[in-house]
């Protein structure tokens, strides 16, 4: 199994600009989260997803941020429009009920806003 | 509030010493995890467990239920244990909605 898949991995871009970041996720898994981590506040929850369905989106920082689960074996975290303060690693991770919370992680999208 | 702390924040060891790094959390939880993030970033689940202890080569993993502690250790530490280590718990709720604490940075000098 080829894991979590995320692109890009690296993505600059202006103050102001529409970003989208997607997510494979392992074939079979049911679940999908999306994590932001930074230097001053680590890795949080932004939102995941239960079959499809956002479960809790609480982490999610404001309005300008969006997520969708169109399929099960694709998802999106947009920003629109981004700001500076948006820079961060994405990650994104998958897991089975099969194996009880267990997390597969992606390999991240630094992103940098300028 | 549910909070993760890690201790300690940042260790330095030579290789072959054994290593500990502590996790409190604050209140009943269904699950704990140990992630290691690799100096390039990429995250590794190390173990989930609820409760005892779990042991993968040199790395273990206890948790004590009753006090909400858990310790990863890891014997006969080598330089390519130098990671970042994260503890995270499942305070229960619907599918792994997990809290993270801040990391504890390891370094291991040969």
């Known amino acids: 199994d080829a894991g979590v898949i995320q692109s890009p991995r690296h993505e600059v871009t202006e103050m102001g600009q529409e970003v989208t970041l997607r997510c494979k996720p392992i074939?079979?898994?049911?679940?999908l989260f999306w994590y932001r981590q930074t230097m001053m506040r680590g890795l949080e929850l932004l939102i995941y997803?239960?079959?499809?369905?956002?479960?809790?989106d609480s982490g999610m920082p404001e309005d300008r941020f969006s997520a969708k689960m169109p399929n099960a074996s694709f998802s999106t975290l947009k920003i629109q429009p981004s700001e500076p303060r948006d820079s961060a690693v994405y990650f994104c991770?998958?897991?089975?009920?099969?194996?009880?919370?267990?997390?597969?992680f992606g390999p991240g999208t630094r992103l940098t806003v300028l | 509030k549910n909070e993760v702390e890690q201790s300690p924040q940042n260790l330095t060891a030579q290789e072959g010493e054994f290593i500990t790094i502590n996790c409190s959390y604050s209140v009943g939880i269904s699950a704990l995890h140990w992630l290691q993030q690799h100096p390039g970033g990429g995250i590794v689940s190390l173990f989930m467990l609820s409760s005892g202890k779990k042991k993968h080569g040199r790395l273990i993993a206890t948790i004590n239920i009753q006090e909400k502690h858990s310790s990863l250790h890891i014997t006969a530490s080598h330089p390519r244990d130098s990671a970042v280590y994260i503890c995270a718990v499942d305070y229960g709720g619907s599918q792994g909605n997990l809290i993270f604490g801040k990391g504890t940075k390891l370094s291991v000098k040969p």
């Open positions: 991770a998958s897991s089975s009920q099969a194996v009880y919370n267990e997390q597969f």
């Open positions: 074939s079979g898994h049911n679940s």
């Open positions: 997803f239960n079959n499809n369905v956002p479960i809790d």
